[in-house]
């Protein structure tokens, strides 16, 4: 049995008695993961980059012993203001916050290497960590860990990101690089910590491959873990604290300095609740003003919701808006591609509407289709397990028959039909879902935004005195949009 592993959980109350017996010292790790670019406070009055800052330099403030981690996808599916500063902004407060070490998540390799070290110039003080991500010659990008003392325990974190194909390393070969970069700090270090994005079941998975790692601080699969997770055949330590900057994690270790193990565990995730922790006024102002430069149309209130829009409806709500501004046919909006984020209730402004979709949705495509390849695509969908898009501009229904998924519209097989769909779900979600139908047309870029065409509907909808939600009952359907079976690399 390794000698490191955790021999005895303590309540962290009984640990001064242990430091009598033996060198042993306290540490606190507070970390987060799939901040997912929401710098903004939340519109549910829960989270937001400001409230992190002023809940992490409140405890900061108090103890000596912190270690300040983020496990990955800083990036990606966020407030307006984020994407315009092409998530600039994000690394910009996590510099400010102080945080010790980040590693990178699958969405912030989007942007590739060269990007990422420019926004680590924004973090100076800040690790940027990854072991698994190598150029063509075997090279890392960014180093593989860093050595933190804190209050006198030498602590490892290796940084990981999720392993897959190209330019990243398989499970195994992550798992062994792991492993060997464990081995090699073990003299000069207390603790190892592996600061990686992946979900609790791979860091239980790297456990067993990489023995000498004490602490998985995990991400990717927005986990809301409220106590840390011990694996019993390992012995190791998994914590995730949720995403879209609504929680803090909070690891309390007792650690036996002269044993080079853990004796003491305590762990919770702290809600970032307006008006139970600190806001970082200065952050807020400063968000604030970075919104009024770079989209000062954010704040502009378009319409009102009674009741929640979720994501089957938010998707139907895009549709008949990209329907509306494009003057096409028929319009399309894929619910677990697309759709991030519900519609609150209350005032909508411009970055409530981008958050649904924004992002994912920004670049917008027309093109070409028959009835029939329409309902080709629709099928395709189902039979392939891609989720479900939502439509507009024609009626159809969608349901499993005695041969298997069947399609029934109001479309003419051989009519030839203008349709318009975010650009990514005709990369991913239409391509794939139309293999083996023969060819495709090539499909050409519109001159509007998916934001400007859900704006332009939201006004409309306001100027009739309808709500947005009354809207989408006025026009009737069924919005149930099933998740994506194999969607993992989109978290």
């Not at 403030?61 to 902004?89: H, N, Q, T, W, Y």
């Not at 400010?96 to 699958?106: D, F, M, W």
């Not at 509007?448 to 009739?464: K, P």
């Not at 006025?474 to 949009?481: A, V």
Request: net charge negative.
């Amino acid at each position: 049995m390794n000698f490191r592993r955790v021999t005895c959980f303590l309540l962290l109350a009984a640990i001064p008695a242990f430091l009598c017996a033996a060198e042993t010292r306290t540490l606190l790790i507070l970390h987060t993961n799939d901040l997912h670019d929401h710098i903004r406070a939340g519109y549910d009055g829960i989270g937001g980059m400001a409230y992190i800052s002023g809940y992490i330099k409140q405890v900061a403030e108090a103890r000596k012993d912190v270690l300040i981690l983020d496990a990955g996808d800083v990036m990606d599916k966020g407030d307006m203001v984020s994407f315009r500063s092409k998530s600039r902004l994000m690394y910009e407060a996590l510099g400010q916050i102080g945080y010790s070490a980040v590693t990178i998540g699958n969405h912030d390799a989007d942007y590739g290497p060269k990007y990422l070290r420019q926004c680590q110039t924004l973090v100076p003080g800040t690790a940027l960590l990854c072991l698994n991500w190598r150029d063509e010659e075997g090279n890392a990008y960014f180093p593989a860990s860093k050595v933190f003392d804190v209050q006198g325990i030498k602590v490892a974190v290796i940084g990981l990101t999720r392993p897959k194909q190209g330019e990243f390393f398989g499970e195994q070969e992550t798992g062994a690089a792991l492993e060997r970069e464990a081995e090699r700090l073990k003299p000069e270090t207390h603790l190892q910590i592996a600061l990686c994005h992946v979900g609790s079941l791979s860091a239980k998975k790297l456990s067993v491959l990489a023995p000498e790692v004490d602490v998985f601080v995990t991400g990717h699969t927005h986990e809301l873990l409220k106590q840390p997770i011990v694996q019993k055949s390992t012995g190791v330590v998994i914590v995730q604290a949720g995403s879209y900057a609504k929680y803090v994690g909070r690891l309390e270790l007792a650690v036996d300095l002269d044993a080079k193990k853990i004796v003491g565990v305590k762990g919770e995730t702290v809600e970032m609740r307006h008006g139970t922790v600190p806001c970082d006024d200065t952050m807020a102002a400063w968000i604030q003003q970075k919104e009024q430069e770079l989209c000062p149309e954010a704040s502009q209130i378009v319409g009102r919701c009674e009741k929640p829009v979720h994501s089957g409806a938010s998707a139907k709500l895009s549709a008949e808006a990209l329907l509306k501004k494009s003057g096409a046919d028929a319009a399309f909006c894929h619910t677990g591609q697309i759709i991030r984020s519900s519609l609150p209730a209350g005032a909508i402004d411009v970055n409530a509407l981008f958050l649904t979709g924004g992002q994912r949705g920004n670049i917008v495509v027309n093109a070409e289709l028959t009835g029939m390849q329409i309902e080709h695509y629709l099928q395709g969908l189902m039979k392939r397990g891609k989720g479900m898009t939502q439509w507009a501009g024609f009626e159809a229904e969608v349901k499993r028959g005695e041969r298997g998924w069947e399609v029934k519209s109001s479309l003419e097989a051989s009519k030839t039909y203008r349709i318009v769909m975010p650009e990514l779900e005709w990369n991913t979600r239409f391509k794939k879902a139309m293999e083996g139908t023969g060819e495709l047309p090539k499909p050409a870029r519109c001159d509007f935004t998916f934001i400007d065409a859900l704006t332009a509907l939201a006004n409309s909808i306001t100027q009739q005195g309808l709500t947005l939600d009354g809207y989408l009952t006025k026009i009737g359907g069924s919005y149930g949009g099933s998740v994506d079976t194999d969607d993992e690399d989109d978290r």
